[in-house]
């Protein structure tokens, strides 16, 4: 049979079979309602049509069960959990498109938790172009199909990887080349690992067409390359013979160069190298003698439009007089001068490259430098997107703001340390990349041309992602516990962190500040822990592995537990050491155990179904203890009264028989407690108990019952009769209490006729009621032999025959322990009574004189027996009928496990 569970709060619960006109029937299994489950992102989060696509999910709260489905259309898969934050799931080719991924029971139609799963088509190359790339080529245009947008990609040259930009069309991308200067390449495309077909790509080297001026005076002079196909670089040089100075990369067909000082006159072999890399072909320079200024270089070449800032123009014959330098058509004038160099105060200017020239007596000298007059950048904020461990990779911050130009440099400078150059990566963004630098906040300056033009500053903060790794030495065996100390930043990040050993991932979990990881077996000797963020390893920490002595298990107790669980299971042994992952199973449940000590490990027992399981102790993969334990019900007490003076009778639930039952009274006095039967026990209270005392029952002195209230009064010498009611039919026994002049009784006497003594004791006589006359209270009167006295204080009621009208429920299960309710009227309020059920008695609590309960016994066999109500010693019939029937036999439930909001389908197997 199939049942649809309720909501319901988590955790372990007991489900009951109600069947019609029967009572319930507990089954032998219990189901756990656990939260819904969360799922993050599956990695990957796509996949290649016709390619068969392994899948692992992340989220929480997934259990140890067979019974997780992954469905995608119309393909089911059964999951294989794999921790409680991650399982696997393999499915068949899917077609191409957007998915959505269930995650389902496995006999469930409701969904516990959903993500999209995309396939794609593997995407494909028809053309290039430009097909033939030169060393300036940067974009490179690649025509072809299926390039999934939303999918990061990479182009591919050979071996190497540069950035892929996506368009608006998925038949159309874009490639950020980096230097093209082989003669061929092979190029692809990947969309998160999945690639493409390769096409080759030719690439052209640079070359020289002329140089301007190609005659120097003395040397110094600015000199233009001209050609086609240079690129940009920050390594360009130029070799006359040899003599090597730098070049500036101006464009794709000009590069500008000083030319060396020559004091003599001469023609030299002009080499420029870009990158290491000769350009194609050499020219001649042919140098001259004669005395006139030369302008050689500016430092710096560029500056903002509002000037003010200083600039050495480096030269020769700088020293002359009537000097003076124009940028542009503006003209000024040297504050400091010498034989190879002039310090000007830059003028204003409108911003784009301006010529400078320099005058010396009205004669302008014949070369000229171009000066980059810059727009001033306005800097608005910083996004820090990249962090550091220990200082030692570089912090990459990203600068955001507007007229960011990229031939003015741009430069950032923390404190005490040296400034570094920028990148422009456009007119609103920028790039500082800085290394070892100190963890905390700081501030970062930010200037324009290496400290010329103060911008402002910034606040950074760099972080220690890893703080620290506790222990360094493990166990080859493995299951240790390693922690790793981890920054705020780094726990915000938590899932992107991986740990392996020796290739092997650690499965882990964070809490608070730490990941404690559980390690693998390794072999004995040095093993290396990677800690990665992004696949980015952040440190390689040396751990020694040991081979270690096995620990050994001799006992645990309780051996009887709880079946609501949250005991503590304590297992005593040797070779216990603090920081090992043991592991207690409770058949298929595993809990986490401690080690108190060398000699003692401790787990609190999970909840479990009634009976025996399997008890397993596990240190990663070995198993230390292969044992059972018995989960029993806490008993209940329903009903209690007292035999004699101090002989109390207890009626519960739950008794089960191989344990051994004391009463504890008051919280701490424990006194051996006899089964008399099924679901009774028999105590003897203390004489020295007085007041009110709570009673509980004791199973192995572990497992106590809920605390019941009792009066017990101070023992006197007063006269009792046990019970003071009967039936006016008679036929039962009554107990007369007679403190030390029982033997002397002769005869009793109730209603004036006289009773039959039974048996006589020292302190009692029990004696069989004979039928009376009328109901009511009469005197019972006592003959003894010494004297005439037929008086006594002791008072009897005859009360009319019980009358049992209604049974509920009228039939149920053979293995009895079932409650029915029996409705009548005059059914004794004190004394024994008992239901009978066929030949079986059953006992019997009396809430009111209509109203009774009892727990119904075993039957051997099914079918009707009469009914009837014992009372005392006498039995007394009824018309009332009780059918026992073949009870159903719940073997248990398939899924045993679901979400708290219900609607699971839950499938019941038994006979």
């Known amino acids: 049979m199939t049942c649809i569970t309720p909501s319901h709060p988590p955790g372990y619960v007991s489900a009951v079979l109600l069947q019609t006109g029967l009572q319930a029937f507990s089954l032998k299994a219990s189901f756990y309602f656990h939260s819904l489950i969360e799922v993050d992102h599956l990695i990957p989060s796509f996949g290649v049509m016709n390619i068969p696509s392994t899948l692992t999910v992340y989220g929480n709260a997934f259990l140890f069960i067979s019974g997780y489905q992954c469905q995608i259309g119309k393909h089911s898969i059964q999951g294989n959990v794999l921790s409680k934050s991650h399982m696997r799931c393999s499915f068949p080719p899917l077609e191409a498109g957007r998915h959505s991924m269930q995650i389902k029971l496995k006999i469930s139609t409701k969904s516990l938790g959903s993500t999209d799963f995309l396939v794609i088509k593997r995407p494909r190359i028809f053309s290039l172009h430009p097909s033939m790339a030169t060393p300036e080529t940067t974009i490179l245009t690649v025509y072809g199909s299926n390039f999934q947008s939303d999918i990061h990609g990479q182009c591919i040259l050979d071996h190497s990887v540069s950035e892929m930009k996506h368009t608006e069309s998925s038949s159309m991308v874009l490639c950020i080349l980096q230097l093209c200067i082989d003669k061929s390449k092979s190029i692809k495309v990947s969309l998160g690992g999945i690639e493409s077909n390769s096409v080759e790509?030719?690439?052209?080297?640079?070359?020289?067409?002329?140089?301007?001026?190609?005659?120097?005076?003395?040397?110094?002079?600015?000199?233009?390359?001209?050609?086609?196909?240079?690129?940009?670089?920050?390594?360009?040089?130029?070799?006359?013979?040899?003599?090597?100075?730098?070049?500036?990369?101006?464009?794709?067909?000009?590069i500008l160069l000083h030319s060396p000082l020559i004091q003599q006159a001469t023609t030299t072999l002009l080499q420029v190298y870009i990158d290491d890399v000769l350009v194609s072909n050499s020219v001649s320079i042919s140098y001259m003698d004669e005395k006139f200024p030369a302008i050689h270089r500016l430092m710096p070449s560029s500056g903002p439009v509002k000037g003010s800032s200083f600039v050495t123009i480096f030269g020769s014959n700088m020293n002359e007089t009537h000097l003076q330098v124009y940028f542009g058509s503006i003209?000024?004038?040297?504050?400091?001068?010498?034989f190879e160099q002039a310090l000007f105060v830059l003028p204003p200017n409108r911003e784009g490259n301006h010529p400078v020239q320099v005058f010396s007596r009205n004669k302008t000298i014949s070369q000229a430098i171009s000066?980059?007059?810059?727009?001033?950048?306005?800097?608005?904020?910083?996004?820090?997107?990249?962090?550091?461990?220990?200082?030692?990779?570089?912090?990459h911050?990203?600068?955001?703001?507007?007229?960011?130009?990229?031939?003015?440099?741009?430069?950032?400078?923390?404190e005490g340390k040296q400034s570094t150059e920028g990148e422009i990566l456009s007119s609103s963004h920028a790039l500082c990349s800085m290394a070892d630098l100190p963890r905390g906040n700081m501030t970062v300056f930010l200037f324009q041309n290496d400290g010329d033009y103060f911008l402002g500053s910034i606040q950074v903060q760099v972080y220690n992602l890893v703080r620290f790794i506790h222990p360094t030495k493990i166990p080859a065996i493995g299951g240790v516990l390693i922690t790793v100390g981890l920054e705020k930043l780094a726990m915000e990040r938590n899932n992107d962190i991986q740990l392996k050993i020796d290739n092997t991932r650690l499965k882990c979990k964070l809490i608070h500040d730490e990941l404690l990881c559980s390690t693998p077996q390794c072999a004995e000797g040095l093993a290396?822990?990677?800690?990665?963020?992004?696949?980015e390893i952040l440190i390689e920490k040396p751990l020694l592995c040991l081979e270690v002595v096995m620990p050994t298990i001799i006992?645990?107790?309780?051996?009887?537990?709880?079946?609501?669980?949250?005991?503590?299971?304590?297992?005593?042994?040797?070779?216990?050491t603090s920081g090992y992952d043991f592991l207690c199973q409770f058949d298929e449940i595993r809990v986490t155990a401690t080690a108190y000590s060398s000699s003692t490990i401790g787990c609190i027992s999970p909840p479990h179904m009634q009976g025996f399981a399997k008890l397993n102790v596990w240190l990663g993969a070995s198993n230390l203890l292969q044992d059972e334990a018995f989960y029993a019900q806490q008993p209940r007490i329903l009903n209690f009264y007292f035999y004699s003076k101090r002989e109390l009778f207890i009626e519960a639930q739950e008794l089960t028989a191989s344990a051994d039952w004391s009463c504890r009274f008051g919280g701490y006095l424990i006194v051996s407690a006899t089964r008399v039967g099924p679901n009774s026990v028999t105590c003897l209270v203390p004489q020295f108990l007085i007041g009110n005392i709570t009673i509980e029952l004791s199973m192995n002195e572990i497992i106590f019952s809920e605390p019941k209230a009792i009066q017990l009064?101070?023992?006197?010498?007063?006269?009792?009769?046990?019970?003071?009611?009967?039936?006016?039919?008679?036929?039962?026994?009554?107990?007369?209490?007679?403190?030390?002049?029982?033997?002397?009784?002769?005869?009793?006497?109730?209603?004036?006729?006289?009773?039959?003594?039974?048996?006589?004791?020292s302190n009692r006589i029990v004696c069989l009621v004979q039928p009376g006359m009328e109901p009511g209270t009469t005197q019972i009167q006592i003959e003894y032999f010494d004297n005439n006295n037929f008086e006594s204080n002791l008072l009897f009621e005859y009360i009319p025959d019980l009358v049992a009208d209604s049974l509920f429920p009228s039939a149920g299960p053979s293995r009895g322990s079932i409650e029915v309710a029996v409705r009548g009227e005059y059914i004794p309020l004190s004394g024994s009574v008992r239901c009978v059920f066929g030949d079986s008695e059953a006992a019997g609590l009396v809430v009111t004189s209509s109203y009774m309960r009892c727990i119904t016994p075993l039957s051997r066999q099914v079918g009707t027996v009469p009914f009837s109500i014992k009372v005392g010693q006498t039995a007394i019939g009824t018309s009332l009928k009780y059918e026992f029937v073949e009870p159903p036999e719940i073997l248990g439930m398939i899924p045993s496990q679901g979400p708290t909001d219900g609607g699971t389908k839950v499938l019941m197997y038994g006979s």
């Not at 000066?371 to 912090?395: E, H, K, T």
């Not at 003071?724 to 039962?732: D, E, L, T």
């Open 528 to 535: 290396v822990l990677e800690v990665k963020l992004h696949q």
């Open 555 to 576: 006992n645990f107790s309780p051996k009887i537990l709880l079946s609501g669980g949250g005991q503590l299971v304590q297992l005593d042994g040797s070779g216990f």
């Open 371 to 395: 000066f980059l007059y810059c727009s001033v950048p306005q800097i608005w904020y910083c996004r820090q997107n990249s962090y550091m461990f220990d200082g030692a990779q570089p912090l």
């Open 331 to 338: 003209a000024t004038h040297p504050i400091e001068r010498g």
């Open 397 to 414: 911050i990203t600068i955001i703001g507007q007229n960011f130009t990229p031939s003015c440099s741009l430069f950032c400078k923390a």
């Open 713 to 761: 009064k101070q023992t006197t010498n007063e006269d009792k009769v046990f019970p003071s009611q009967g039936s006016i039919n008679g036929g039962y026994h009554v107990t007369l209490y007679l403190i030390g002049r029982s033997r002397m009784v002769k005869n009793v006497f109730i209603n004036r006729s006289i009773q039959p003594i039974l048996e006589k004791k």
């Open 201 to 254: 790509m030719v690439c052209f080297l640079p070359e020289i067409y002329t140089v301007n001026p190609s005659i120097q005076v003395r040397g110094g002079d600015l000199i233009s390359v001209m050609g086609s196909r240079f690129w940009n670089s920050s390594w360009i040089e130029a070799r006359f013979g040899k003599t090597i100075e730098p070049a500036t990369f101006y464009s794709s067909s000009l």
